[in-house]
């Protein structure tokens, strides 16, 4: 591991805040990062104090004035030149993701493809932030709209994509002609410190200010910081519903923007029309994909009862073949859950189907022995279980697959939305009504709506969030740029006359 973060260029760093090109800390907090995956301490970083925060804050302002007056397409050829730099280290970025997060290395290094590809994206957006030109009432008079970027963006990023979904706010706030400060997880503070890095080299390339990028490190009190200042123009937070609802009302009560990425309880629907070659492989990887901590991980299964009992005993034969393990290692499909808190959280919800009439037919089970020294290690789930349990109601971060059996598709969409949260969805079936009943307005209520697909995996070119208590922000592709700037409505008046709307006369 040493050697992958000298590639990155923080082997021997006295880790601190870093506002661009340097790190530092006036601050005397030390945030332990250990690894899930053999319990080791990778390094420590100091958290922001005070007074580094006004420091970002206010290097992060001047920044702005400038950034704000470089052309668009500009703007773009320099996150043009972040996704080459990414692509260089492309390998060693998904190496430490890995390490750090837990996840297997395939997901480590797909997360870093995911910052290329929303570099490209927003390359092409540079040239495409469109506004409107509507016809005027008035004569003599053109409106239009045009779109100006809004100030300083929070980025409060959760632990289980570590440096993806800061890289879906970041690019597309930088086109846009924004500044970021962002707050990583403390869990994950190595990997944030090495995409900073990285994105330092290109703005000290290209002679740009040090407060375009600026990253603050701590726990929830430095979050607020960010949270209740009003120099901060919009916060994007993922995270927890609980964590949302708190930013969120503080945000509003200084009439600042929010952008809310919060929890999800995703469900796969399986009719009798569907094609379980397929189904099967999806559900899997979506419930056990980064070891069930993904806000699309598939939590809920609902299965028509005429092949309930043909896919849980194909599911049940999948799970058996597994491999749990060192996520670096490529022939593992589950790697540890990211600490002990987490475990907790796992075996309680094993426990609460329990006592709430469920049926566990894979109990809950912390592995012990060689290569498991860390304590995070856990046997991926499958529980019986009624859709208005109080545990299958609550998001738990952790490879628990819940089985639910319907009879009729009505139903089945009943249930699917029938939970706080509204992520991802998707169905399987071969039947084209069934696929267009789950898409219509009488279907699925999620943001995400898939058919024979999965509901982890979404692609940067569409918009991503949800509803209800997942908060209805959107981030990544579609006309998701828009949240990250302020929209103005022109009217040009270039006649001799004065004439009102609404045929108002005002004569003296």
Not at 139 to 150: D, G, L, S, T, V
Not at 321 to 331: F, T, V
Not at 388 to 408: D, K, N, R
Request: charged share 20%.
């Amino acid at each position: 591991m040493h050697e992958i973060l000298n590639s990155l260029g923080i082997a021997h760093l006295n880790h601190g805040t870093s506002t661009g090109l340097k790190s530092w800390s006036s601050g005397e907090v030390v945030i332990d990062s250990f690894s899930p995956v053999d319990g080791d301490l990778i390094a420590q970083v100091y958290q922001t104090s005070v007074s580094d925060y006004e420091t970002v804050v206010k290097k992060a302002q001047e920044a702005f004035h400038l950034w704000k007056t470089v052309p668009v397409p500009k703007r773009g050829e320099i996150v043009r030149q972040m996704g080459e730099a990414f692509r260089t280290h492309k390998d060693a970025l998904g190496k430490l993701v890995s390490y750090e997060m837990g996840k297997s290395l395939q997901e480590g290094l797909g997360e870093v493809q995911e910052i290329i590809d929303i570099c490209d994206f927003a390359v092409g957006l540079s040239r495409q932030l469109y506004g409107l030109t509507m016809h005027s009432e008035r004569p003599a008079h053109r409106m239009y709209e045009q779109w100006h970027p809004i100030g300083i963006v929070g980025i409060i990023s959760a632990f289980n994509f570590p440096v993806a979904v800061w890289s879906w706010n970041a690019m597309i706030a930088w086109v846009c002609g924004n500044v970021c400060v962002w707050k990583p997880s403390e869990k994950t503070p190595l990997t944030a410190i090495a995409c900073q890095h990285i994105i330092s080299g290109v703005l000290r390339k290209n002679e740009l200010p040090e407060g375009l990028s600026s990253i603050i490190s701590g726990d929830a009190p430095v979050g607020d910081w960010l949270v209740s200042d009003k120099r901060i123009a919009l916060i994007s937070a993922t995270g927890s519903t609980r964590m949302g609802k708190a930013v969120g009302s503080k945000v509003a009560e200084r009439f600042g923007k929010c952008l809310l990425e919060l929890g999800g309880n995703n469900a796969i629907i399986v009719t009798e029309q569907a094609d379980l070659n397929i189904a099967i492989p999806a559900i899997v990887f979506g419930a056990v994909g980064t070891a069930g901590q993904r806000c699309t991980t598939t939590r809920r299964v609902i299965v028509h009862q005429a092949i309930y009992e043909q896919v849980k005993e194909r599911l049940l034969k999948a799970y058996t073949q597994l491999k749990i393990g060192n996520p670096l290692d490529p022939h593992n499909h589950v790697g540890p859950l990211i600490d002990k808190k987490a475990v907790e959280a796992y075996l309680y919800a094993a426990k609460q189907v329990k006592e709430e009439g469920g049926s566990m037919l894979i109990d809950a089970h912390v592995l012990e022995g060689e290569g498991y020294g860390s304590g995070c290690y856990v046997k991926p789930c499958i529980a019986e279980v009624k859709n208005h349990f109080a545990i299958v109601q609550h998001e738990t971060f952790a490879p628990i697959l819940y089985l639910i059996s319907y009879q009729t598709l009505e139903e089945a969409i009943a249930l699917q939305n029938d939970v706080p949260q509204g992520l991802s969805s998707a169905i399987f079936t071969l039947n084209i009504r069934e696929a267009e009943l789950f898409l219509s307005a009488s279907g699925s209520d999620c943001g995400i709506a898939n058919v024979n697909i999965g509901t982890s995996g979404a692609e940067i070119g569409g918009a991503f969030g949800g509803e209800k208590e997942t908060g209805g922000g959107r981030e990544s592709g579609s006309d998701a740029w828009k949240a990250y700037m302020r929209r103005q409505t022109n009217t040009i008046n270039y006649g001799n006359t004065l004439p009102l709307a609404q045929g108002i006369k005002f004569d003296f």
